[in-house]
Structure formats: structure tokens, C-alpha cells
T-cell receptor
């Protein structure tokens, strides 16, 4: 059974800091890994999708990497802004199931 | 392009009442999912449908039934609502013919309160 872990559960940083959010998973037989953002009381917005054959994906200030052999993915956020405050979730896709981590709640202080 | 549409957005039920949550996607996806999200518990899979005509239980199926009406629509039914089913429900979809693991998209959620 796939287990996805995101530690820490919450993170607070000052504006402008570069930061890394970690995601680990137990079963490396995944097809892809996706990072989502969720604002309070809202739905999930897709940020980046990394296929299993890829090592990383970039979108603006965001960069996500995938290392299947070690069961890890990281989401790098450059020059963080207060508008980046949200919960970030990673999800693996395999065997007709999407498995979610519990998310990291990020607060960026002005 | 609507993506994944859920109805209703909000609902209050009395214990024992029944209701159906509707989900429709317009991306020609094969797979559809129902999740519930509770504080501190993260997103938990209730049921999923890997293709039209098939459904499978997820992590927390008790108290729920689903119907994959056609490729576009996947409904979730609560036959006799209980306060423990108070939650936010999300529908999701992904996968196309020959490409099972495309990007997943989520609906905006249904906030259900059972009193």
C-alpha cells in the first residue's frame, strides 16, 4: 500500500526566502507525481506534474523534482511571497489510484 | 472549458436523510474519484472508477454508494446520512485512452454538514 508523507505539517518563513517542501513515498512503482496547492476553503489547484520518466518540472518560481529510486520529491519555491501562503499537497499516481500526502501548510510572513 | 464540476457546493442534511452528490468532467477522462477531506486527516479516497462501468472501494467506503453513469458523470450517494459524514467532498478525474496517468483535476468541492 502506497504511503505518502509530507513533513513538516506546517512551515512559516519570511518573505523572499527560497524554500523546499519535501514529499516521500513508499512505493516507487508510480506513473507520475503531482503537486497541488489548496487555499483555505477552496479546491485543489494543480501546480506541476512530473511523469515517472522525468526528473523535474518548472513553472515560473516553482520547480519540482522526482527521485523514484529514493522515493522522494521536492517542490522548490523561489523568492517566496505572502501570496504563496497555502497548503501544498503531493500525490502519486499508480494502480488506478491517487495517493495523497496530508500536506504542508505554508505561511509566508510579509 | 469547465473541467470538473460538482453540485451542490453546500448542503445541510438531517441525520438519516439521503442525498446524491453529482460530478461531471468534460476532459474525456477515463478515471474518476471521490474523496473526503477532514481536518487533520487529509484527503481520503471513498470510491473510484477506473473506467466507465467499473467502480472500486477506496479507503473509507462505508456509508456511501457510487454510480458511474457514463464516461462523464460519477455520482456519490449517501443513503442515510450520519454526523460522521460531515466533511468536504471532492471529485477528481484523470487518465485518457492509452495514457492512464495524465494530470488530475479536481472539482471545487461540496461542503456537507449533517446535523
Amino acid at each position: 500500500k502506497q504511503e505518502v508523507t509530507q513533513i513538516p505539517a506546517a512551515l512559516s518563513v519570511p518573505e523572499g526566502e527560497n524554500l523546499v517542501l519535501n514529499c516521500s513515498f513508499t512505493d516507487s512503482a508510480i506513473y507520475n507525481l503531482q503537486w497541488f496547492r489548496q487555499d483555505p476553503g477552496k479546491g485543489l489547484t494543480s501546480l506541476l506534474l512530473i511523469q515517472s520518466s522525468q526528473r523535474e518540472q518548472t513553472s515560473g518560481r516553482l520547480n519540482a523534482s522526482l527521485d523514484k529510486s529514493s522515493g522522494r520529491s521536492t517542490l522548490y519555491i523561489a523568492a517566496s511571497q505572502p501570496g504563496d501562503s497555502a497548503t501544498y499537497l503531493c500525490v502519486t499516481g499508480a494502480n488506478s489510484k491517487l495517493t495523497f500526502g496530508k500536506g504542508i501548510t505554508l505561511s509566508v510572513r510579509p | 472549458n469547465a473541467g470538473v464540476t460538482q453540485t451542490p457546493k453546500f448542503q445541510v442534511l438531517k441525520t438519516g436523510q439521503s442525498m446524491t452528490l453529482q460530478c461531471a468532467q468534460d476532459m474525456n477522462h477515463n478515471s474518476m474519484y471521490w474523496y473526503r477531506q477532514d481536518p487533520g486527516m487529509g484527503l481520503r479516497l471513498i470510491y473510484y472508477s477506473a473506467s466507465e462501468g467499473t467502480t472500486d472501494k477506496g479507503e473509507v467506503p462505508n456509508g456511501y454508494n457510487v454510480s458511474r453513469l457514463n464516461k462523464r458523470e460519477f455520482s456519490l450517494r449517501l443513503e442515510s446520512a450520519a454526523p460522521s459524514q460531515t466533511s468536504v467532498y471532492f471529485c477528481a478525474s484523470n487518465g485518457k485512452q492509452g495514457i492512464p496517468w495524465t494530470e488530475a483535476f479536481f472539482g471545487q468541492g461540496t461542503r456537507l454538514t449533517v446535523v
